[in-house]
């Protein structure tokens, strides 16, 4: 890939910083490359995307940080908020990537029934999971991320940042590991 499509790759900044202390993130925060997601979970595309970005965690392990962002689009995904905050309950409960895996492999099958399966399965405590969803106990925090997404142009999903700077090439796995590793430097 030209280095000149490369530069062409580069869009704005991301408007709510990546914050370690509140994202959810795999790979050391110290890493020289933050992949940044905003999401939904019944997605067609952020399926199609979920592993190439493994692999990508995979090939360049330590050089890369990944930080997920719920952006449920409510109006297409009738299930994606509530898997959203499915995937917000779990991390309560220290299994935050465990219900976010389970979800992308399981897009068409989220409804209320299928997220208490999936807690299960993955050792929730079943009730206190069951009283965060019926309580609406994350609805807000997927909702910040949403208006985190907004701020910062987030129209569909999947959308990515790389380095805190929109990424506006291809969702193909060798077009992303070349951004990803000519990305502009980290801020910060």
Known sequence: ????????????????????????????ATAPIVLLEYGDYECPDCGRAYPLLEELRTTLGD????????????????HASMAAQAAQAAGAQGKFWEMHNLL????????????THYALQIGLEI??????????AFAKRVEED???GQRSGVRGTPTLFI????YHGAVELEALKAALLNAPKRVG
Do not use: C, I
């Not at 050089?63 to 009738?78: D, E, G, K, S």
């Not at 009730?127 to 609406?136: N, Q, R, V």
């Open 1 to 28: 890939m030209e280095l000149n499509t490369l530069n062409n790759n580069w869009g704005e900044a991301l408007a709510v910083p990546t914050n370690f202390s509140r994202d959810h993130f795999l790979g050391s």
């Open 63 to 78: 050089q890369l940080v990944f930080v997920f962002r719920h952006f449920p689009q409510y109006a297409v995904h009738t």
């Open 104 to 115: 992308h492999r399981n897009q068409r099958n989220l409804e209320t029934p299928d997220l």
């Open 127 to 136: 009730y206190k999971f069951e009283s965060a969803l019926d309580g609406g």
């Open 146 to 148: 949403f208006s985190g």
């Open 163 to 166: 380095n805190d700077r929109r």
